[in-house]
């Protein structure tokens, strides 16, 4: 009978033994993942600064975020009263929308990367629309990005606005054709001497 006891006694000791061994583990790996996430900084990577748009169409706003983890995403419309003072009006939090306005939406996008596109669409846009708007990434240290919308009048001819945007694209089809075209001219001509200097070497030989 006691040497049940005992027996009973070592298996409990084990099992503790074990159960602990496991929860310890488990919680390493908690911390080391954290640490992890924690070790790698969100920041916001977007580069443009300024959309221009027409009356009545849609100007997008792109947000790009790296390594958002486990941060929150702000978007607002901002005034500037004047060099301290602004006025902020929530449009988002994340994907919940905090404004009745039908004319703001929201688009989610993940990369595999780490990296997020939270991409804010003001459709039918009023020269009213024109101005300030930020996105915030929400952290210890918050990061943000000032995006200003710049609205057009339509032209009288639709088509001159279209134009406008094919002319700029083929001025930049231009532009990219000369630096092509300079740069195999410069390749012809280190190759052309190249092929000069080898002839005078064998001559020489």
Known sequence: MECKQQTATAVAAVRQSALAGLLFSIVMVLLIVDGTLASTEAEIISTQDEIITYINHTAKLSCIIQNKNRHHITWSRITFINE????TNLL???????????????????????????????????????????????????ISKI???????????????????????????????????????????????????????????
């Open 92 to 142: 988002f939090v994340d994907l919940l929308k905090y404004t009745p306005s039908s004319q703001y939406h929201l688009t989610h996008m993940i990369e595999r990367d780490n990296r997020e596109y939270w991409n804010l669409e003001i459709r039918n846009v009023h020269l009213s629309d024109q101005g300030y708007y930020s996105c915030v990434l929400t952290a210890i240290k918050p």
């Open 84 to 87: 301290t003072q602004k006025i």
């Open 147 to 205: 995006f200003h919308v710049k609205v057009l009048e339509n032209t009288r001819n639709p088509l001159l606005a279209l134009r406008s945007t094919s002319d700029a694209y083929t001025n930049n089809l231009q532009r990219r054709s000369k630096e092509e075209i300079f740069s195999s001219l410069s390749l012809l001509s280190s190759s052309i001497l190249t092929i000069f200097l080898m002839n005078i070497i064998l001559i020489i030989i």
